[in-house]
């Protein structure tokens, strides 16, 4: 069966229709007013490319070095010959047009739009990467349902699966066909406060179809309502100067100038508010979480086009709602599908997550392959898909970073935050939207990314806001530490006041390299390698000595060394997070790991004791013994020397007591990566980012039982993933009795307020 209605569809069909489908399927079920239409299922287009026999040459011709841009651009002009050549077999051809003819007896203008699948590619998010196409009649449907399949080999979607180290044959796509809604109206819903998730509605609007609204090529109206009491608390009419509409002759979307009676007059009626207020509020509780919603208004009447979890809401994140730009500033599919749109000076022109804070100024430089990173100069502002470790020295030069692509826990965001240089992360389209050599200004508290430069005394000054604004540091028993992912972040690090540092990553140190171990060896040889280790590690020492730094030893998924030179000869699979990482591969190649721990002794024998070694995502006794062996063969005395374990699995937790009978001195929740083996949620996957949660009931009661065993043997704890910055894990950690707290830079000072403040109410709790 080729087509499936999306009257027949739900969120778990998410693996036949993927999560655009999905998603209106669930709309339609909850007798929300959704446009009518089917899906052209994911499995159609895998049958049609094996059926045709096209699907081996197809994968090898996008089997190329994404790096290359011709053979990128030859590999994505083949595949998508390929497929515009190969016919639709006629059965499903008749399928597909029959089911067309059934929507407004087959004269309807719809919208093709790609839905893609996520269960085969788990890191992979496809949001802005495959085709859209609006007012598409019988004629031209068929050809345009392959154009959308086509695009699942587009240069960018190449680069991207090759980038997360994911096989091009495990993708499948399907294809929504839905009615168009030639709207008078249209914009953007946000249910709660996009980034601090308070309750107000935050509702855009613009005269014709929304994606003016998405692309930012016309500045909405924009209102807020209160969700407690109902009311419009504030409306903003903006001089809406274009509109995108529907051409009455040849039907296609074109822009035109709104008439001047209409350019600064209110878009939406208090009765068209409180309309959209009900719908709003009708999907957040269907969908049990905050939404952002796609809708217009045609005829009067109200048409809910998408709705997607709000991703961006923190904890402490601070935005103005006037400053609220549209969908996380991505241009979304469907009548929402984006252009290029420029904004005023002074304007937001794009929206991300802000992930690491502080107002930065600069010419934006688009940075599309690592041969393009000699380019950054001091003050530019990085522009790319996604940063990786051998970005680092162009980050160290950036005034600011801006990616496409990740979260809180992504390389672009850990960096940013400990160089003290403010990021927006998950714009979605900043590489096309922006241009090399613009002039933008980011804030990495609010995630917005705006035209023009701000002053310079609202910069920020990267050591010196780190540096605690209350001189006395309080007291308490239990240890405030601070995580450092590179070397470069030492010193405003220790400017916090940290009692130590509870997490040192090696891996930042090795990639950067930007070679294999294996080749980086190979080439310059074992002294080489581990003289890299050493200067890195010493660096971070001296500052803190004599305050304890913990070293976790090589952890980096294959998919960080395929990008590597020598990357080649690193295994692909299928999904990194779960492989060939950790203690596994230090174990698997101990000849790598020997030279890591000759790092580790020749620290100790240049005077370094404040040095703790830390092993990444060990299992159970097994794992700490063998890591324990390795410690002696390279000349370090467990007995006389700090070391320890991550608790980063289920296993690992349900295990310390036998871990701690082996000899460790310490065990550290990483957070990340227990939260999501614990909830099997992808931590990177913005499918499922609204179930992942460090304060679930099954991860506490995990780290309260590791916690009460390692006190039971004598064993420290602490935590040094993101969630040691979040008050109420902080809470619930000091309550069970934690060693120390390792926070993120920008958060020690709050975490030492926030452990003060709960030991001394346990204090009084305990005479009372």
Known sequence: MAVLWLDDVRSDDLETVGGKAASLGEL??????????????????????????????????????????????????????????????????EEILTAYRSIDDGEAFVAVRSSATAEDLPDASFAGQQETFLNVREDDLLRRVKECWASLFSQRAIYYRNQKGFDHDKVDIAVVVQRMVDAEKSGVMFTSHPSTGEPRIIIEAAWGLGEAVVSGA?????????????????????DKKLMHVKDAETGETVEREVPDSRREERVLSDEEIARLVDLGEEVETHYGQPQDVEWAVYDGEVYMLQSRPITTISDTAVSNVENVSGSNGSAADGEMAGGNGQAGVGE??????????????????????????????????????????????????????????????????????ELGVPAVVGCGSATRELEDGQQITIDGDKGTIREGVESKEKQRQPVED????????????????????????????????????????????????????????????????????????????????????????????????????????????????????????????????????????????????????MFPLVNDAEDVIRARKHMKDAGIDPEKREWGVMIETPASALQVGTMAEAGIDFASFGTNDLTQYTLAVDRNNENVASVYDELHPAVLELVGSTIETCREHGVKTSICGQAGSKPKMVQYLVESGVSSISANIDAVRDVQHEVKRVEQRLLLDSVR
């Open 28 to 93: 339609t079920a909850a007798g929300l007013p959704v446009p009518p239409g089917f899906v052209v299922t994911a499995g159609t287009y895998r049958t049609f490319i094996e059926e045709a026999g096209i699907d081996e040459e197809l994968f090898e011709a996008v089997d190329v070095d994404s790096e290359d841009s011709k053979a990128l651009a030859r590999a994505h002009e083949r595949a998508h010959e390929l497929i515009m050549e190969t016919p639709i077999p006629d059965a499903v051809a």
């Open 218 to 238: 016309v500045s909405p109206d924009n209102y807020v309502v209160n969700r407690a009491t109902q009311r419009t608390e504030d409306v903003t009419v903006a």
């Open 348 to 417: 937001v022109v794009l929206r991300g997550l802000g992930a690491s804070p502080g107002i930065a100024s600069g010419p934006a430089r688009v940075v599309t392959k690592l041969d393009h990173l000699d380019q950054v100069a001091e003050g530019d502002i990085i522009v790319t898909e996604m940063t990786m470790p051998d970005m680092v020295p162009a980050m160290k030069r950036a005034a600011g970073i801006v990616t496409d692509e990740g979260g809180m826990t992504s390389h672009a965001a850990i960096v940013s935050r």
């Open 466 to 613: 780190a540096r605690p604004k209350t001189p006395v540091k309080p007291m308490t028993a239990t240890e405030v530490k601070v995580n450092v992912s590179i070397p470069e972040a030492a010193e405003r690090a220790a400017a916090t006041g940290a009692d130590g540092v509870g997490l040192l990553r090696i891996e930042h140190m090795v990639l950067s390299l930007g070679k294999t171990p294996e080749r980086f060896i190979e080439d310059n040889g074992e002294r080489a390698y581990v003289d890299e280790i050493i200067e890195g590690v010493r660096t971070v020492a001296d500052e803190f000595y004599p305050r304890p730094v913990r070293v976790r030893t090589l952890d980096a998924p294959s998919d960080e060394f395929r990008q590597l030179q020598g990357g080649e000869d690193v295994p692909r699979e299928h999904n990194p997070m779960l492989g060939y990482r950790g203690i596994r591969r230090s174990l698997g190649n101990p000849s790598v790991f020997k030279l890591e721990l000759e790092a580790f002794r020749r620290l100790y024998d240049m005077g370094y004791d404040n040095l703790e070694v």
